[in-house]
């Protein structure tokens, strides 16, 4: 009898087994698919992607990127790590690329629309989990004469400055790749500019109204080194092989110092500044040094004395590596990605976009505070790029006017820049003249915080077919707004295109609302119909009259709503990148604060650079174009200067590497 037990359990368990394995052999049976190639399509950070992707009865067994318009450098390293990992793993589950978000989820969208199309369960590739090999066990140590944390534009030109002055460096980069997107960067003088008509700017000006402008809240020296070395830009990139050239003139808002638009844009139309980056950090290499991507820094090491001695980071594989250095730069960036921080300086009203590097989480200033490094300047944070909200990715598909922008960015980005419009807070209540905020966008981040968040602009249908038939001139806009190097985005000559079309679908979306009276439009968007009504009867009344009584707007900009249909965008700001973080000298010396003394020391070995660093600003972004970038590069040079200095025993002077 209990041999009989014994049998019947052992063709129990027989049976169980081969009922498991029927079910994951039915399971993976599940993942069919018709054999073929179908193009798939999806949206990354630049617009639509078509990806062709390639079945057999049960497998994906190629994916080519097709078209994108995604930036080199950055989602290129999406297309070209992405495909592979997914067939590899046969998986829909995989990460993000680091630092290429978006071009992964535009990649990842294409695959998916294509697994529908060949018939086959995206739900079920997405639940099967990726393969991950565990080397936390392994353990490596490299020596160095200096370690840069971080490889975007400060620690990249860290690195550089600090091997052009004979150091061994190791780049750490926790992202795919090191630089960052093409920008703008301030010059007080170049010969770029003076080749094109510009004169040099006026130091002793522009620095009282630069530091008059942050109630002097600003540390004096680091702004007037920051200006002086940054005559010295161009030429530094020029001789390490990046290619620049003179914009005009471009009206981005706010920057209204004498002389701040002495603007240089970081790249050519062949090759972008990553790229050119990238080709002159291969000088680190030559000396001996190294550059690692995707590895995070995790810690910073001390000796006994206190004295920074070197970086712990971690492969992506999971082993850790230990560089031993003489001294370390910090240059990890703000933390534009940490909403919860960035609420901070708003009263706890968190942001809701990001336009910044998704990785920005502040790493660099947290590991420095754990070794007592001081703050500075944590409320300065740049909000730009005022948008509205909703999907406009299929109507990106649609040139615009001159063909620069298309239909969709200029929409999302233009229209909050009309000073022509109607801005109301989520009660219907009129909040600003929308002239001065639409040209000074150091306010408009600060007036869209101010209410929550979001503010609506309001638009009438006449006004709306006017900018996409005629161009925002028709309705007296004259002073056009640029974005980044492009300086007509807001198209006053040339009709937008069929706006409608996008106003109509943002409705569809509930982004946006419309009604054909004021009152039904407020119904529409939850306010109380009597407030929005009255607020557009005193607006209409201020424009009869050609003025603005409550606001004070410039009466060319007062253009009457009298009849409907109207139209409501919710608008918010992103945030570029924070402003303040960790206390340094002007030597780029990490500090803390001794409280008592009320003064503060350096931390041995330890130097910061960047938009990780605090003491340039106020509290709010300088009104010059291209600061940001400008200081990125200039502090990322002193640091070299006295990392190098400490690691060396060399003397070399930050104001004199000119003639190094």
Not at 359 to 365: F, P, R
Not at 593 to 613: K, V, W
Request: aromatic content about 8%; charged content about 20%; proline content about 2%.
């Amino acid at each position: 009898m209990k041999g009989a037990n014994k049998m019947r359990k052992v063709l129990s368990i027989i049976l169980c087994l081969v009922l498991l394995m029927g079910m994951v052999v039915f399971a993976h049976a599940e993942q069919r698919f018709t054999p073929g190639t179908y193009t798939g399509i999806g949206y990354g950070h630049n617009g639509r992607m078509e990806v062709e992707v390639t079945f057999s009865e049960d497998a994906i067994t190629d994916i080519n990127i097709v078209s994108h318009n995604e930036t080199a450098g950055i989602g290129e390293v999406a297309i070209e790590q992405l495909p592979g990992i997914i067939i590899d793993n046969q998986s829909l589950g995989v990460d993000a690329i680091s630092s290429a978000t978006d071009a992964s989820h535009g990649i990842l969208q294409a695959v998916e629309d294509a697994v529908t199309q060949a018939g086959g369960d995206v739900e079920a590739l997405k639940a099967v989990e990726v393969k991950k090999v565990d080397n936390s066990a392994s353990f490596t140590t490299m020596d160095a004469d200096i370690c840069v944390i971080g490889g975007g534009v400060s620690g990249s030109i860290a690195a550089i400055q600090a091997s052009d002055l004979g150091a061994k460096v190791v780049l750490l980069e926790k992202a795919a790749s090191t630089g960052v997107r093409g920008g703008a960067f301030f010059c007080a003088d170049s010969h770029l500019a003076r080749e094109a008509g510009f004169e040099p700017v006026d130091m002793e000006v522009f620095f009282k109204a630069y530091m008059e402008d942050t109630s002097w809240r600003a540390d004096g020296t680091l702004v007037r080194d920051w200006l002086e070395m940054s005559k010295d830009t161009v030429d530094f990139l020029e001789e390490h092989g990046c290619q620049l050239y003179k914009t005009l003139e471009t009206y981005s808002g706010g920057h209204s110092y004498p002389g701040g638009l002495g603007m240089t844009q970081y790249e050519t139309a062949e090759r972008t500044e990553i790229e050119q980056i990238a080709d002159a950090l291969k000088s680190i290499e030559a000396n001996g040094g190294a550059v690692y991507c995707d590895t995070c820094a995790t810690a910073l090491l001390q000796d006994e004395n206190g004295v920074v001695v070197g970086v712990r980071a971690v492969h992506p594989d999971g082993s850790i590596v230990q560089v031993n250095a003489k001294s370390v730069i910090i240059a990890t960036g703000g933390y534009n990605a940490d909403f919860e921080w960035i609420s901070k300086s708003y009263n706890g009203v968190m942001p809701t976009a990001n336009f910044g590097l998704a990785s920005n989480l502040g790493d660099g200033i947290i590991m420095a505070r754990g070794l007592g490094a001081a703050e500075v300047g944590e409320q300065a944070v740049m909000l730009r790029m005022p948008r509205l909200v909703g999907d406009f990715n299929a109507y990106n598909d649609f040139d615009s006017g001159d063909g620069r922008v298309k239909l969709g960015k200029r929409f999302q980005y233009a229209v909050p820049l009309l000073p022509m419009t109607l801005w109301v807070n989520s009660t219907g209540e009129r909040i600003c003249d929308e002239e001065e905020v639409c040209y000074n966008r150091n306010y408009t981040g600060n007036i869209v915080m101010s209410q929550g968040g979001y503010v609506y602009v309001l638009m009438s249908e006449k006004m709306l077919k006017t900018l996409g038939e005629e161009g925002a001139g028709a309705l007296n806009m004259t002073q056009p707004q640029g974005m980044g190097y492009i300086n007509n985005y807001t198209l006053l000559e040339q009709g937008w295109g069929d706006v409608m079309m996008v106003a109509d679908g943002l409705v569809e979306q509930g982004v946006a609302y419309k009604g054909n009276t004021i009152e039904e439009l407020a119904e529409a968007a939850g306010m109380k119909p009597e407030i929005l009504a009255a607020t557009l009867k005193t607006y209409n009344e201020a424009c009869a009259a050609g003025e603005d009584t409550s606001f004070f707007k410039k009466p060319e900009f007062l253009i009457g709503m009298e009849e409907g249909p109207y139209y409501l965008f919710t608008e918010n700001v992103c945030v570029l990148t924070s402003l303040g973080g960790i206390h340094v000298s002007r030597y780029m010396e990490v500090q803390s604060m001794d409280s008592e003394a009320r003064t503060y020391n350096e931390i041995p070995g330890l130097y910061a650079c960047g938009t990780c660093t605090g003491g340039l600003y106020g509290d709010h972004y300088a009104n010059a174009e291209g600061v940001a970038h400008s200081y990125a590069i200039t502090s990322g040079r002193t640091a070299a200067c006295y990392a190098v200095n400490n690691a060396l025993g060399t003397n070399y002077n930050h104001l004199e590497l000119a003639s190094q």
